[in-house]
């Protein structure tokens, strides 16, 4: 969730911008869409053999159903920036934070130490993520899931998704360390189940600026996947091109 730096020429595509009233009009008003921005395509033996396996499998998001669920991410993202400078206002010399402010060092909820970037971007994410549930689960019930955890073998290429239940469970009994090197996505549109991706999302919040798209973060030294980033591990793993989606920028490819 550390805010990262920019990109340097990015080819971003911004998604059109729909209000949420839009996108629901837009199932009223066009029933024959509706099954699939909800989630519920007839998905047959395809996702009976990724359940049974535990392999993850991919059918692609196809419009107008990724429009819809991008302008929804990119007007979280949005609220969840303004919320959270808002709720800071008074650390701030001007409206948003300078550089030097960004890098100053302030204690998180927990009482730990950070820099105010990282922060401000773990409150931007818990902002985004509660929008994005709500209106997903609005626009397509059962059709997405917010921070699953899949576990990948880049020796065999094999990816498994770890129930939800299972991390709590992990979590609960103080065995949280479990789940180190798996991959965990914002947010992934699926077709009725975590085996059955269609896209995977990131929220990206850059702290002192907005002129380009926040990189991928880099695995740290002695991490499982060091010698890769974010989005080449997300992609090897997961088998779409993952997309960042980052306050007053948009969605990037």
């Known amino acids: 969730m550390l805010l990262g730096g920019c990109a340097g020429t990015p080819n971003q595509r911004r998604a059109e911008p729909y209000r949420f009233d839009t996108v629901s009009n837009s199932c009223r008003q066009s029933p024959a869409n509706c099954a699939a921005l909800a989630g519920k395509e007839t998905v047959g033996t395809t996702l009976a053999a990724a359940a049974t396996t535990g392999y993850v499998v991919v059918r692609a998001l196809e419009d107008p159903a990724r429009d819809l669920v991008e302008a929804i991410l990119v007007e979280c993202a949005d609220l969840a920036r303004s919320e959270v400078l808002l709720r800071h206002r008074r650390d701030f010399a001007a409206q948003s934070p300078t550089r030097e402010e960004c890098n100053q060092q302030v204690r998180d909820a ?9 922060l401000l971007g773990t409150e931007m994410h818990l902002v985004a993520l509660r929008c994005a549930k709500e209106r997903l689960g609005m626009l397509r019930p059962g059709g997405f899931s917010l921070e699953p955890h899949y576990r990948y073998d880049s020796e065999s290429g094999r990816t498994t998704h770890i129930p939800e239940k299972d991390v709590a469970a992990l979590r609960e009994s103080g065995n949280a360390s479990e789940l180190w090197g798996t991959l965990a996505p914002d947010v992934v549109i699926h077709a009725g189940s975590p085996f059955q991706i269609q896209a995977v999302y990131d929220f990206k919040f850059p702290c002192f600026h907005l002129d380009g798209m926040p990189r991928w973060d880099t695995y740290p030294p002695e ?19 993952p997309l960042r989606v980052a306050p007053r920028i948009g969605v990037e490819r």
């Open 110 to 118: 927990t009482g730990r130490r950070v820099n105010r970037a990282a």
């Open 223 to 241: 991490h499982p996947h060091q010698k890769l980033n974010q989005g080449q591990l997300y992609k090897a793993a997961l088998r779409v091109p």
